[in-house]
């Protein structure tokens, strides 16, 4: 499955081959934010131009790009009971990069709501009903054009900051997050500037420099950025507000954990143990690729522990 999923994706890598970013316009944007911290670049935004439809909120993104469809912030709703705003314990779930079916986040809502949560499932930047025309759901997520994958990562976070806090204003006590992969790595970052009821990491995206330049997801990204001169160096120039490693969370660490798969080469064991370590967090691994289903059922059964057990 990993090798089917590393093909496809490195195939419109190399479809998005003409837009790779020019070393000149990376090192102005890297200069115009080495000085910021998290809660800057993340900064929470207010909430605008909302629409609360049965099933769905809609909003402005507080992060505007040039593609019209992925301006504007969509998540599904799955209500616990019959009424539209409840205060009912929330489950955020954050999918992976270029999911292509929300039928098993689906599943999850289904599970949670017998269990009294509600559950929101954003379409995260670029993907769902945010892919523009013409593109593949999520290609435009993570690509070589690494201010638009930047920004992107950035939108997700502040966009996820709101939703939490619409939330809070709606009466909601317990938020919990789930997020996978590409999700976990926004999830990671998340942490650092909310804080939650549990938050339970699922091969999160924790070393930059692995993913883009020496993952086999990105074989194809990798000898384009070093084709025009844009080495490791210059993702770490960003690391203070891109590296989930670089801060500590504010949720308490016995309140999350960390599912990693012990044959995965995005998010590496020994990558994530390291991570774990530092932020002092529960790990656990199974026996997958970085695409699998066995991280999600670990998850599922730890996560019924966290439900029932409050902060």
Request: glycine content about 6%; aromatic content about 10%.
């Amino acid at each position: 499955m990993d090798g089917v999923m590393y093909g496809m994706m490195n195939y419109i890598q190399w479809q998005l081959r003409h837009d790779v970013i020019t070393q000149e316009i990376l090192e102005k944007y890297l200069n115009k934010y080495a000085s910021w911290d998290r809660s800057s670049y993340f900064k929470l935004m207010p909430i605008e131009k909302i629409i609360d439809e049965p099933g769905m909120l809609s909003w402005q993104s507080p992060i505007s790009s040039c593609f019209v469809q992925n301006n504007r912030a969509r998540a599904l709703f799955f209500p616990a009971s019959k009424k539209q705003h409840s205060d009912s314990p929330t489950l955020i779930i954050l999918h992976a990069l270029m999911s292509s079916s929300d039928r098993g986040y689906r599943n999850i809502a289904s599970h949670m709501n017998k269990q009294g949560w509600n559950v929101l499932f954003p379409h995260l930047p670029f993907h769902y009903s945010r892919t523009p025309l013409h593109h593949a759901n999520g290609a435009l997520a993570i690509t070589s054009n690494l201010v638009r994958t930047a920004e992107t990562l950035r939108q997700a976070v502040q966009e996820i900051r709101q939703l939490i806090h619409l939330c809070q204003d709606r009466g909601v006590e317990r938020i919990g997050l789930l997020a996978t992969s590409y999700g976990g790595w926004i999830g990671s970052l998340l942490l650092s500037v909310e804080e939650v009821d549990f938050a339970i990491l699922l091969q999160p995206i924790i070393n930059l420099n692995l993913a883009l330049f020496d993952s086999p997801l990105a074989r194809v990204m990798g000898s384009l950025l070093l084709h025009h001169q844009i080495t490791r160096e210059h993702l770490d120039r960003h690391a203070h507000l891109t590296a989930p490693s670089h801060a500590k969370p504010l949720t308490s660490p016995k309140r999350i954990m960390v599912i990693g798969g012990a044959f995965d080469h995005i998010a590496p064991p020994q990558e994530l143990k390291h991570f774990t370590s530092k932020w002092n967090l529960h790990y656990e691994e199974v026996g997958q690729g970085h695409f699998g289903y066995q991280a999600m059922r670990r998850a599922l059964i730890f996560m019924d522990t966290l439900c029932k057990a409050p902060q």
